[in-house]
T-cell receptor, first 108, second 116 residues
Framework: DAKTTQPTSMDCAEGRAANLPCNHS???????VYWYRQIHSQGPQYIIH?????ETNEMASLIITEDRKSSTLILPHATLRDTAVYYCIVGSNYQLIWGAGTKLIIKP | KAGVTQTPRYLIKTRGQQVTLSCSPI?????VSWYQQTPGQGLQFLFEYFSETQRNKGNFPGRFSGRQFSNSRSEMNVSTLELGDSALYLCASSLEDSGGAGETQYFGPGTRLLVL
């Protein structure tokens, strides 16, 4: 079973910030939090990952709570092209267990 | 740099046949992982190769096998195909030898296999 819990689906208005939550209450000390997204029929695309500290890159920000039991992916200015399934995964090696993800729909 | 490439992109086979899928990682990447994605089971890890050695393996039957060549290109083979093997097979590559911790994986477009 996946080690993470995510909402099945979310909507967000174009131009607004999309905040995607993820619960990972059983995360271990050496496990990273990864976020990928998959646009229909394409391979997953890496977004961001972190261990303890908040992270930011050109695509998104990752906020990890102090107890590391949950995190939030923030897309600061969502566009229609951000419509995809977003996966939150935790793990420390390549045997990452992928859940069902959150279907994010950006609406005009 | 060119991304991860997979060939063929689409494939139709019949039950009992075998199939070989190919993956070329990003130049300089030495780790290659394979995943199976189906609507019912989602994305599942098959195996990971590093420096021509299988380093990690998922929970799949022995009909699923793979190998990696000295240039880091990888192939996976599925023998005695079953209807349930119909799926999108994804390959991902990563750069460093850290056993996966903190690694970024870059995925290819996948090979869509249909077994009739």
């Amino acid at each position: 079973d996946a080690k993470t819990t995510q909402p099945t689906s979310m909507d967000c208005a174009e131009g607004r910030a999309a905040n995607l939550p993820c619960n990972h209450s059983t995360i271990s000390g050496n496990e990273y939090v990864y976020w990928y997204r998959q646009i229909h029929s394409q391979g997953p695309q890496y977004i961001i990952h972190g261990l303890k500290n908040n992270e930011t890159n050109e695509m998104a920000s990752l906020i990890i709570t102090e107890d590391r039991k949950s995190s939030t992916l923030i897309l600061p200015h969502a566009t229609l092209r951000d419509t995809a399934v977003y996966y939150c995964i935790v793990g420390s090696n390549y045997q990452l267990i992928w859940g069902a993800g959150t279907k994010l729909i950006i609406k005009p | 740099k060119a991304g991860v490439t997979q060939t063929p992109r689409y494939l139709i086979k019949t039950r009992g046949q075998q199939v070989t899928l190919s993956c070329s990682p990003i130049s300089g990447h030495r780790s290659v992982s394979w995943y199976q994605q189906t609507p019912g089971q989602g994305l599942q890890f098959l195996f990971e190769y590093f420096s021509e050695t299988q380093r990690n393996k998922g929970n799949f039957p022995g009909r699923f096998s793979g190998r990696q060549f000295s240039n880091s290109r990888s192939e996976m083979n599925v023998s005695t195909l079953e209807l349930g093997d119909s799926a999108l097979y994804l390959c991902a590559s990563s750069l460093e030898d850290s056993g996966g911790a903190g690694e970024t994986q870059y995925f290819g477009p996948g090979t869509r296999l249909l077994v009739l």
